[in-house]
């Protein structure tokens, strides 16, 4: 090392390292936010039984206000990365809807005291008006829901609408139901790829294959499930008979009543064991493989929970004659929301809101009289 002195006679200091930067660790750009439900069965049992008994009182009236507390209650108790989600609907637009939709309901009940044509004339217009009503239903369903301010919307068109919900169910039909499971993959594509967050549109990539896997594995199911139930149950009456030995008439009477009360709550399970395993499976391959501008999502519904809570929900509501519905309604919106998570690579202020278009309630409330909701 040169240690010649400098101009003023002092040798130059030797060379030392540059002081080192602090390590900081690199940020993990990805962020896991699980969903939650933080309502409560008490809490919403006084919402419902407050909106049972003013429906009751007002014949009916009443009830499109206790929908939107009703599913108030259920949007802002679930909750996601500490914001939850609000609905907006409208109660006078919901009863206009309800009204329009009992006009229908009316016709639709109206079919078997008419004459054959125009009973099939009354089929055919509800056959071509339903396709745009159940589309209706969507888009007023996402306009009118909200998280962080931002509301949801619905892109599907009435071509869309028509070709899902008339189109397909023919063709469905004309296939002695082997197109079952492709009409519903379309029906879910159709949700999903429809589906925007503000600006940002859902994406979806799940294959029709799940789906025929997943109804062939319902069929196999239930006739197995059936078949082990009328084994058992022809056992145990061969054996009760042979038992018992002659018995007076209305013991008899008395035993054939609990056989059926046996057979039907036994064949309860068969059905809900099934629909279970098609629930399950549909709802994990569909958000599983769902994505938006910044997110995934990770359902894990097991078909045995799913089962038990929906079996023991079915019993405890029959037992109660139908007090336990609001407690069996948190219970199941409590174990969806635990079973889904989101991943992202940003926070939700990423996302930014977009002017959305007044939609009617005519086609919600229509949908839901004709027993015809779709879940997203």
């Known amino acids: 090392m040169d240690e010649t002195p400098g101009a003023d006679g002092v040798p130059p200091a030797p060379d030392s390292p540059a002081p080192e930067s602090p390590v900081l660790p690199a940020p993990d750009p990805f962020t896991v936010e699980p969903v939650s439900?933080?309502?409560?069965?008490?809490e919403y049992f006084k919402i419902w039984i407050v909106n049972l008994a003013l429906t009751i009182v007002t014949l009916g009236v009443y009830s499109a206000w206790a929908k939107v507390r009703r599913l108030q209650y259920f949007y802002r108790h679930t909750r996601l990365a500490g914001a939850g989600f609000?609905?907006?609907?409208d109660p006078i637009?919901?009863?206009?809807?309800?009204?329009?939709?009992?006009?229908?309901?009316g016709l639709y009940s109206a079919i078997g005291y008419v004459n054959i044509w125009l009973a099939?004339?009354?089929?055919?217009?509800?056959?071509?008006?339903?396709?745009?009503l159940l589309g209706r239903s969507l888009r007023f369903r996402f306009h009118n829901t909200s998280y962080r301010g931002i509301r949801f919307k619905f892109h599907g068109t009435t071509r869309?609408?028509?070709?899902?919900?008339?189109?397909?169910?023919?063709?469905?039909?004309?296939?002695?139901?082997?197109?079952?499971?492709?009409?519903?993959?379309?029906?879910?594509r159709y949700q999903f790829s429809n589906a925007a967050y503000g600006q940002s549109r859902?994406?979806?990539?799940?294959?029709?294959?799940?789906?025929y896997i997943t109804y062939l594995l319902a069929v196999f199911t239930f006739f197995c499930l059936l078949a082990l139930l009328i084994v058992g149950l022809f056992g145990t009456g061969v054996l009760v008979a042979l038992a018992g030995g002659p018995i007076e008439e209305n013991r008899v009477s008395l035993g054939m009543i609990l056989f059926m009360i046996a057979a039907g709550t036994l064949y309860a399970a068969v059905i809900l064991a099934v629909q279970s395993i098609t629930t399950s499976r549909i709802h994990n391959t569909c958000w599983n493989l769902v994505r938006t501008d910044h997110h995934r999502f990770e359902s894990e519904v097991s078909a045995l929970r799913l089962f038990g809570i929906q079996y023991t929900n079915l019993l405890a509501t029959v037992a109660t004659l139908g007090l336990f519905r609001p407690f069996a309604q948190v219970r199941l919106a409590r174990y969806y929301t635990s079973?889904?998570?989101?991943?992202?690579?940003?926070?939700?202020?990423?996302?930014?809101?977009?002017?959305?278009?007044?939609?009617?309630?005519?086609?919600?409330?229509t949908t839901d009289l004709f027993d015809f909701?779709?879940?997203f």
């Open 120 to 132: 099939i004339g009354i089929i055919v217009g509800l056959a071509l008006v339903m396709p745009w």
């Open 202 to 211: 859902f994406s979806f990539n799940a294959e029709v294959g799940e789906f």
């Open 86 to 89: 609000d609905y907006h609907g």
């Open 339 to 365: 079973t889904l998570t989101v991943f992202g690579n940003s926070s939700f202020e990423g996302y930014s809101a977009v002017e959305g278009d007044d939609v009617s309630a005519i086609g919600e409330e």
């Open 37 to 42: 439900f933080t309502g409560t069965g008490g």
């Open 160 to 188: 869309q609408a028509y070709w899902i919900f008339l189109a397909f169910p023919i063709f469905t039909g004309l296939s002695l139901f082997m197109l079952g499971p492709l009409w519903h993959h379309r029906l879910k």
């Open 93 to 105: 637009a919901i009863l206009k809807g309800r009204i329009a939709g009992l006009v229908l309901f």
């Open 373 to 375: 909701d779709i879940a």
